[in-house]
């Protein structure tokens, strides 16, 4: 309920401002800030929290404007449609760049962004149809029926109700499950893939959706300035719409408004200014932007809106979902059913080979320990159980069916969920954020479901099961707790019930009992024993072999990649040879 208030309230302060006596200079001045702030919240989503940097995003301004300033110029088309037009243009163009592009990463993706954005530039700089570059001249402003819209006041309110509108989606769309997913491509795909999630369709989705802000921006901007040049959409302005958004803040959707409306106010403060001080004219404003990049980049990295967020009380979230339904459960094996059957498999990087012929096999109700000492192939053997890593040769079957050669996605989804030997997690996420996260296979509802808030009865399923299960693990006191806050081996236990949210067949453990303090252990041993009554199978990889032999009905055991032996945990304690492995051998 606060939060819509807030919402009504900052919607009811657009025609309160536009009605002000403000001179005309401030309400023009407002309007190019909601412009440019339309862009850069497009940056917010793709660059702050997907983490995927991109210059381009002039150039798809550049598309909105052009499309409508040539379909207004040269057809019967009302601008209400071009908008539309434009909005499909972009939309396609984004679609087809970010499949390019958006499998690459480090310096490489950025290098991209540059490279078809100068081809964009260059392309609306050397089409005769769109008057090269002098562009197109003569647009008419907007209009509702009779009534003009113009450059003042008319255009404030529109501009700064679709700027309201699409921050609102916004944040929307981030406190959402998909929201969740682009949040976690920042800190890499691996975690989020193990989750049944195609990481890459969301990367795609991040860039078209920022590439149809921009295009709105451009709409806006065309029927505002009334003629359309490639100046205003070259490299220089798609760095400029990264500086604005890095200085207001590039993680924070506020952020963007902050940051537009900084640099343009004092990109002509400085332009006025600094002739009067150097006395000579020159672009000198650029060298001052550069040195207050370096100075925000080093002692302000978050932005300058992260100063407001520390005072903004972090609100919890509200506990409705009680009532919730439950979300679906998958069918679980019969007790004595083959549920994992892994046949002879290896793994070889180069000269190096990692697992060699390794064999065996996982019943229904049954606790399996993966152990050996470190270097052993454990984890490596997880990889490709799970598909994180390919198969050299061999086979791996799940539940009857063949799993070699599936995308990690794609085994998660079949009912095997993981976790990890370094904790994989969303720092700025709540632990429940997180853990919901593991659910993400069990819900459908999408962006635009998101984005309108009519995702709401699904939110709350999601969140009623991951309370469940951290109520199982005994981590419900800390769900409102940011994760980057918990201790190692509370952050294990998160992950731990981030799996079993996807209501596994089969769940897989790499190393959960690292950080766990002897009574965490003991519940955790307790918590396996109950997991395996209920009909869960466990896979476990562990070095603490107290909790092993009190847990697994049988043990693998790996040296040097290949399989030593295997058995109960009696035989295990007795054979001479794993003494050997773990302990050396007398000379």
């Keep these: 309920m606060k939060t819509s208030l807030k919402w009504l309230f900052l919607f009811a302060c657009v025609p309160l401002v536009a009605a002000l006596p403000l001179p005309d200079f401030w309400i023009f001045q407002l309007n190019y800030i909601g412009l440019y702030a339309l862009t850069c919240l497009g940056l917010v989503l793709l660059t702050g929290v997907a983490g995927l940097t991109s210059f381009g995003q002039a150039a798809f301004v550049g598309m909105g404007a052009y499309t409508t300033a040539w379909l207004t110029l040269n057809t019967d088309l009302s601008p209400w449609l071009t908008l539309w037009v434009g909005l499909g243009l972009t939309g396609v163009s984004a679609l087809a760049v970010g ?29 005769d149809a769109l008057g090269k570059y002098d562009g197109l001249l003569g647009l008419k402003s907007l209009t509702l029926g009779d009534f003009n819209i113009g450059q003042g006041r008319a255009f404030f309110a529109l501009t700064w109700v679709i700027v309201l509108s699409a921050a609102w989606g916004m944040l929307n769309l981030l406190d959402s499950r998909a929201g969740r997913v682009i949040r976690s491509l920042k800190n890499g795909t691996q975690m989020a893939e193990a989750m049944g999630i195609n990481t890459f369709r969301y990367k795609v989705i991040a860039f078209v959706l920022a590439a149809m802000l921009a295009s709105v921006s451009g709409w806006l901007m065309a029927h505002f300035q009334r003629t359309v040049n490639p100046s205003a959409f070259g490299l220089k302005m ?19 408004v902050v940051g537009s409306g900084l640099v343009k106010l004092l990109d002509d403060y400085l332009q006025v200014l600094l002739p009067r001080l150097i006395g000579t004219s020159g672009s000198y404003e650029v060298i001052v932007f550069g040195i207050v990049l370096v100075l925000v980049l080093k002692y302000m990295p978050e932005g300058l809106w992260s100063l407001v967020a520390r005072f903004l009380p972090r609100s919890d979230r509200a506990e409705n979902w009680h009532n919730a339904a439950a979300l679906s459960e998958r069918n679980k094996p019969a007790a004595g059913e083959w549920v994992l059957d892994v046949q002879g498999i290896r793994k070889q990087f180069g000269g190096l080979v990692a697992v060699n012929d390794i064999s065996f096999q996982i019943k229904a109700q049954q606790i399996v320990g993966l152990i050996g000492p470190n270097g052993a192939g454990k984890s490596t053997t997880f990889n490709l159980i799970t598909g994180v890593l390919g198969l050299t040769s061999g086979a791996v079957r799940y539940r009857g069916e063949t799993i070699s050669g599936l995308a990690s996605r794609d085994i998660a989804r079949r009912g095997m969920a993981r976790t990890f030997q370094h904790v994989k997690m969303i720092p700025d996420m709540t632990v429940l954020e997180n853990v919901a996260m593991g659910a993400y296979s069990r819900s459908q509802r999408g962006v635009v479901s998101a984005m309108l808030r009519t995702n709401q009865a699904e939110e709350q399923a999601l969140f009623k099961e991951a309370q469940k299960q951290l109520q199982r693990i005994g981590m419900a006191e800390h769900m409102h707790e940011l994760a980057g806050n918990l201790a190692m081996g509370q952050q294990r236990l998160m992950e731990i019930a981030r799996a079993l949210c996807a ?16 009574k965490e252990k003991q519940n955790l041993a307790q918590v396996l024993r109950q997991l395996r009554d209920q009909g869960m199978s466990i896979l476990l990889v562990e070095h603490d072999m107290d909790l092993v032999m009190q847990v697994c009905d049988h043990l693998v055991v790996m040296e040097f990649g290949t399989l030593l032996t295997q058995g109960t945990p009696q035989d295990i304690q007795q054979s001479p040879a794993v003494r ?3 302990l050396g051998t007398e000379h």
Excluded: C, K, Q
């Excluded at 993706?109 to 089409?127: F, R, V």
């Excluded at 798609?238 to 963007?256: N, R, S």
């Excluded at 209501?503 to 002897?518: N, V």
């Design 503 to 518: 209501d596994p067949a089969l769940l897989l453990l790499d190393e959960p009992a690292a950080g766990l303090r002897h």
């Design 580 to 582: 050997a492995a773990y």
């Design 99 to 127: 499949l390019m592009t958006l499998r690459m990463s480090g310096h490489y993706l950025p290098l991209a962004t540059i490279a078809w954005g100068l081809s964009l530039y260059y392309l609306m700089g050397n089409l």
């Design 238 to 256: 798609g760095i400029e719409y990264l500086f604005m958004t890095v200085v207001g803040g590039v993680g924070y959707v506020w952020g963007a």
